[in-house]
């Protein structure tokens, strides 16, 4: 990755993250428009996107628990962007650095638990979202 490419991402990201924080309300307004999960009401089971919104709203007023319990996927992935903006700033100031597995069985095990997870929490209604 090129210097100016580090030095745009290094930049980009600290805006990004304040706006969608000073946006906070206004995106959780827009939340109150989305539609229902069809598969949810057509099935009375989670689909591995229910809890999405609910999750991400969590996160933007900072309860991090009751977005892991909405759907632990928006957390995992915002987890994961820290790590790259961090490897990536560290790489900006000459240190190569690597905070996320590299390794592809990792990530085939974090996958298969997330799928374990999706299945199971239609049969424990405490790992179901939080309504």
């Known amino acids: 990755m090129t210097k100016r490419l580090r030095i745009i991402i ?3 990201g600290p805006l990004a993250a304040a706006a969608v924080f000073a946006l906070r309300g206004y995106i959780g307004g827009l939340a109150g428009h989305l539609p229902e999960c ?18 991400v ?12 319990r909405n759907n632990p996927t928006m957390p995992f992935l915002g ?14 100031g000459g240190r190569e650095i690597r905070l996320l597995p590299r390794k592809q069985l990792f ?4 996958i298969a638990a997330f799928v374990v997870f999706y299945v ?3 049969f424990v209604g405490a790992l179901a979202p939080v309504s």
Request: hydrophobic share 60%; proline share 2%.
């Open 57 to 68: 709203l969590a996160l933007l007023h900072g309860h991090l628990w009751l977005a892991i």
């Open 79 to 92: 987890l994961l962007l820290v790590l790259l903006y961090a490897e990536n700033a560290a790489a900006l």
């Open 10 to 12: 290094a930049a980009a």
């Open 107 to 110: 990530w085939w095990i974090v």
């Open 38 to 55: 069809y598969f949810h009401k057509a099935t009375l089971l989670w689909c591995p996107g229910c809890g999405n919104t609910r999750s």
């Open 120 to 122: 199971v929490r239609n």
